[in-house]
Every structure is written in C-alpha cells, then in structure tokens.
C-alpha cells in the first residue's frame, strides 16, 4: 500500500508472492480502512461477473477513512450499480460504440500528427506529457463538446490537476476544471449540440432530468476516464518498445500486428492499479467468509502477470495469442472507452512507425507515486524525423 513502491520498487514481485501464497489475503485497518486484495486472475474475474453482490456504489477505489465517502458514489456511471447504472450508461454507450469511434478516426489521425509534428518540431520533450497526453484530452474535449479554442486551456488544468506536485495546485486546477465544465453544462442546457456535455445536460431517466451535480461528476468521470487512463498506458506502452526494440522492429515489419501490439501494451502496462468493489451480503471467496460492507480490491496488474492464464507472463511479446487481459475491466462495467482507448493506442504508434521516426531515451523516466494508476510520470526522450526504410528505436 505504500504508493513509494510503484515510484520505486517492484509491486511484481509482491504480487507473484501474493498469487503463490495470499491469493485473497486480508489487509487489516490503518490508515486506510481494511480490506480483501485478490491478485488472481481467477478470483478477479468472479468478483467482476457478480455485480449483484459486489457493488461499485461505494466507490471503485479505496480512500482513507478521514476522507469520507467518495462524492460520486451512487451517482456517475462508474458508481452506480444496476438499474441506474445501465441507465446512465445507455445515455452515452452510442459515442463509443465501434462505429462512431470509427467515424472519429480521421480526426483523431489529424489531431495525433499534429501532436507529433510539434513534438518532432521541438526535438526533445516529455513523451507523457507533449504525446502521450494530449492525443485523449483533445478527443475526448471534442466528443464532450469543448470549443477547440479551449482544449489548451483545459490541458493545462488536467496537467496540473494530475501531474502538479504540489497538492494545492492539484486541488485549484480540479476546481477550475469543476467551475469550467459547470459553465459548460448550463450553456448546453439552454443550447445543445450533438456532444456528449448536451446529452447529459438535456436527457431524461425515468422522466427526470440528471441533476447539475449528477451532470458534473458525470463529466469529471468521463473526462479523467477518458485522459488519464489513456496517458500512462500510451507513455508505458512507448517505454516497454523503447525498452523491446526487437518488438518495435517486428511491429515496422508487420504493421498488420498492431492491433496485437495494442493488446499486449495494455496487458502490460495495466495502468489502473485496483479497483474496488463492495460486498452487499456475506459470501465467500476462495474458501474465505467476506462480511457484508467488506471491501474487496482486485489488482489488475497482477491478474494480467498470473502464471497460470498466460504463458511467459513476464515478457512483453506483441504477437500474444490468446490474450484475455483485465486492463480494461470485465462485466457490467467494463470499460466504456474501450474502443475509443484502442484507436487512439493504434493511430498514435501508426504514426510513428509509419513516418520513420526515431525515438531514442533522452533521459531517466520517472515512475507515477500512486496506487491508484501506475506507470511512466516522466518520459523523456529525442524524437527525430526518419531517414531509413524503416523506424528504429533505441533506448539512447
Ligand atoms: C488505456 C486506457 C484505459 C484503461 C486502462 C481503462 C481502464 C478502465 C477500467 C479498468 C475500468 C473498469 C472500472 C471498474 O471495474 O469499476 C474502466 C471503466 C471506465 N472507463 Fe476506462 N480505461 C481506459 C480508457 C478510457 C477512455 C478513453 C474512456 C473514455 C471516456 C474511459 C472511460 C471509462 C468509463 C466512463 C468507465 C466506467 C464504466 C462503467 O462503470 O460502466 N476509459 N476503465
């Protein structure tokens, strides 16, 4: 639980020990309230199947005692269970469905060359936060129905909300983002578009409208789903081929193994830490009686490593088959920006690859000091228009 680890240390190793010895192990009261950590990607997958017993409404990652209830809990899609949740869902799951992602692509290619050609433009830079970051946010402010003269403006604020090291930067910018979008929500509501902010401003769930508050932690949901998640796995992703070169190599010869190679970067790089669920009423998993009330955190990076699922858990290998990975959720709320997540992985090394260009370490990347995301903070690298054939990609 010390978020130092993920900075510094190896969670991997803790997690093999965990699925060898403590597979659904009880981690008792401290300063975070006590709870089950499952590790198996077994045991994961039946908590997950079983959302009538194990509820989201609580809240879907664990929070210190003194922090309260999580504000959303039983309000944003994330955080409700059924009926409401299949509610709230259905009001938005059209947008990222496969065809309207599809629909989208053209403008997520010209949004991602125009990220890497001032990323090329300025040489060396933070893959994390000059690449890999605005890619999400700018499609994600365009499906929200943000003005594109704003989408800088609200990068900053998510940078700063998510990246800032001081916590009262963190703090103000999430304020900012809360007072822009509330803005935002009153101004769809008196005139809507077709965008994502317009339909939860203007829809109905049993004939009645979603409050201010329900459409603005509706929007927070959507708008840290849609970005944070996206980020690290894209900045891990580029870092895991920085450190395979053989695999980015394979990739430029077969781009055809791309959609593969998108799997396997979101195995590998499973960025959401856990997530956690309730229990309603007593059960038992794995021989272990859970109280009703209990919290049971499933650690997806480590169901995504067990040995007994996947072959050579611990190699990064694009061309993986099959390859059943939990980065994305399982059950009734799996991801919603699935399909969305998987296009802009694919177009952005695309784009890469297929413009030949050069990606070399241009310094010591930094871990994120989390245990609710994990992986790259920091990714410093030199990034040159190509000249060969072919990409190259050396870890500098
Ligand atoms: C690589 C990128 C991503 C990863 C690893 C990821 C991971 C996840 C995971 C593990 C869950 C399940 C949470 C649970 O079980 O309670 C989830 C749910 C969700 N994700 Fe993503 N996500 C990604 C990208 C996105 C994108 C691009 C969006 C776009 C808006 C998004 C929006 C959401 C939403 C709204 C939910 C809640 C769905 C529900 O509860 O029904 N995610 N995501």
């Not at 210190?64 to 299949?86: F, I, K, M, W, Y």
């Not at 992703?237 to 990739?251: C, N, Y």
């Not at 997806?300 to 050579?312: G, K």
């Amino acid at each position: 639980m010390d978020p130092e680890l993920y900075a510094d240390g190896d969670p991997f190793e803790q997690w093999r020990w965990l699925r060898a010895n403590a597979p659904v192990y009880w981690h008792p009261p401290a300063e975070l309230p006590g709870f089950w950590a499952l590790t198996r990607y077994e045991d994961i997958r039946t908590v997950y199947r079983d959302a009538a017993t194990f509820s989201s409404a609580k809240g879907i990652l664990l929070r210190p005692a003194d922090h309260g209830e999580d504000p959303g809990g039983g309000r944003t899609l994330a955080l409700t269970d059924a009926p409401r949740h299949r509610q709230l869902r259905g009001l938005v799951d059209e947008w990222f469905a496969l065809r309207s992602v599809r629909g989208f692509e053209p403008e997520m290619t010209e949004v991602t060359r125009r990220v890497v050609d001032e990323a090329l433009e300025s040489g060396t830079c933070d893959f994390v936060t000059d690449v890999a970051a605005r890619v999400p946010l700018y499609v994600i402010c365009r499906m929200m129905g943000v003005p594109s003269s704003d989408w800088d403006h609200l990068f900053m604020l998510t940078s700063q909300a998510f990246g800032a090291s001081d916590p009262l930067t963190q703090r103000f910018a999430h304020l900012d983002i809360m007072s822009y979008f509330e803005e935002l929500q009153a101004a769809k509501a008196a005139n809507p578009g077709d965008d994502l902010v317009s339909i939860l401003a203007t829809s109905e769930i049993d004939g009645v409208r979603l409050t201010p508050d329900e459409i603005l932690l509706n929007c927070d949901n959507l708008l840290v789903g849609g970005t944070e998640n996206t980020r690290i796995a894209a900045a891990g992703g580029m870092l895991a081929f920085l450190e395979h070169r053989d695999q980015w190599d394979a990739l430029a010869k077969e781009p055809e193994l791309l959609p593969s190679a998108v799997e396997e970067v979101l195995r590998w790089t499973s960025t959401a830490t856990h997530i956690m669920r309730t229990a309603l009423r007593p059960t038992e998993i794995h021989g272990n009686q859970v109280a009703a009330g209990d919290r049971v955190t499933l650690w997806l990076p480590s169901a995504n490593r067990d040995e007994s699922v996947f072959d050579r858990p611990d190699e990064f290998d694009i061309r993986r088959k099959p390859n059943r990975h939990l980065a994305l959720g399982f059950g009734e709320h799996f991801c919603l920006g699935s399909v969305l997540a998987r296009a802009e992985l694919r177009i952005l090394y695309h784009e890469l690859l297929h413009r030949d260009i050069h990606i070399e370490l241009a310094g010591t990347p930094t871990r994120l000091t989390s245990i609710v995301v994990n992986g790259p903070e920091a990714l410093p690298v030199r990034l040159t228009a190509g000249q060969d054939a072919r990409p190259r990609v050396t870890t500098g």
